[in-house]
């Protein structure tokens, strides 16, 4: 339990950049040949995008990819100068992606006569689609650009992406083989192909190519189900504002969900469903107070939860822990998502701006 005067905020995530380095580690020794081209997009998954990757240039990753080209001058205005691959259509156009020199990823024949038209000897890889049905440039009429890629001096990397990685091995197999004959109808092999997420590099690394895509894993989420686990990157905590006893039959929170069956001592945290806690947790998700699970009671609104707490309870100020370890209990990142229906992926984007990212 903390001290009211070290607790920085109303509600905080501790990012622990040591475990984000060594789970990028990891994945390197599963595909050493490959080079890796970490995912910062979407702020990091949620977790800055700027101290992430300054903390990812000690793995000499190759670059860093992002899916915005505001992402990626976010990331140039704060000295990052490695690669920067803008993976997504470019819907504020392509010239702001050449004025922050950034490569963009483009995805059908329009793009790639517009780039080059640009930008001229620029780099800039193609998306192909091999089963996605997303963007890219379907993987069996790459032939028809390929004389038009073959002139191009700034074709530097070819690439997909696998649609059921973590379900279906065999559909990876499938699209990796469409990739293999879309490089077959080019005149020669650009520099760089790429097609491995977190579990396809984990799990078939017979697919990691020149670079490897991980985004979930080096951020402490499971990817796929091998033994390989990557260590907590993430801890999300909330001061616990006071507590309250509810008596029977009392109700908690809106639309009085939750009726005390017997004298219950109720704690309100600092944290709601507009800092990330997803309202589908209401009244089946948990706290950690004291090294103790704390259920919670009644709806979660939009600034605040109530949890259910043994004894006389915690003062106010203390840390409640929404994701992360405390004492020998843990509630880990898939829990929660788990519990609200969704993926770990979107608990982490989802967490609000106004939870402060604390590093160590």
Request: glycine share 12%; aromatic share 6%; with cysteine.
């Amino acid at each position: 339990m903390r001290e009211q005067s070290s607790v920085p905020d109303r509600t905080w995530v501790e990012v622990d950049l040591e475990a984000l380095v060594a789970n990028a580690r990891t994945l390197q020794a599963r595909v050493p040949a490959a080079r890796l081209l970490p995912m910062v997009k979407a702020n990091a998954y949620g977790l800055g995008a700027v101290p992430v990757a300054r903390a990812l240039e000690r793995v000499d990753p190759w670059g860093f990819a992002v899916a915005t080209a505001h992402e990626g001058a976010e990331l140039r205005e704060a000295g990052i100068t490695r690669p920067v691959l803008v993976m997504g259509p470019q819907t504020a156009g392509l010239e702001l992606v050449a004025a922050h020199g950034l490569t963009p990823a483009l995805g059908s024949l329009e793009q790639i006569a517009a780039w080059t038209a640009l930008a001229p000897g620029r780099p800039f890889h193609v998306e192909v689609d091999t089963g996605m049905a997303r963007w890219g440039v379907p993987w069996d009429a790459l032939g028809a650009a390929a004389e038009r890629l073959g002139a191009a001096p700034g074709f530097q990397g070819l690439f997909t992406h696998f649609h059921s990685a973590p379900e279906d091995p065999a559909s990876v197999r499938e699209q990796w083989e469409r990739l293999q004959a879309a490089l077959a109808a080019l005149p020669s092999r650009p520099p760089l192909v790429h097609a491995a997420n977190s579990t396809a590099a984990l799990e078939c690394p017979e697919t990691a190519g020149d670079l490897v895509r991980p985004g979930i894993f080096l951020y402490g989420g499971r990817a796929g189900s091998g033994p390989l686990r990557p260590r907590p990157v993430v801890e999300w905590r909330a001061v616990v504002l006071g507590t309250r006893w509810v008596e029977p039959g009392g109700t908690v929170s809106y639309g009085a969900t939750w009726r005390a069956a017997a004298r219950t001592r109720v704690a309100t945290l600092a944290a709601g469903y507009a800092d990330g806690l997803p309202r589908a947790l209401s009244n089946s998700g948990a706290a950690l107070i004291g090294g103790r699970r704390a259920p919670i009671v009644g709806r979660v609104t939009m600034d605040f939860t109530m949890v259910a707490v043994d004894g006389p309870g915690p003062e106010p100020g203390a840390a409640a822990t929404l994701i992360g370890t405390d004492g020998g209990e843990t509630i880990a990142v898939e829990d929660v998502a788990a519990q609200a229906g969704t993926i770990s992926y979107e608990i982490l984007t989802g967490l609000g701006r106004r939870v402060r990212r604390v590093y160590r």
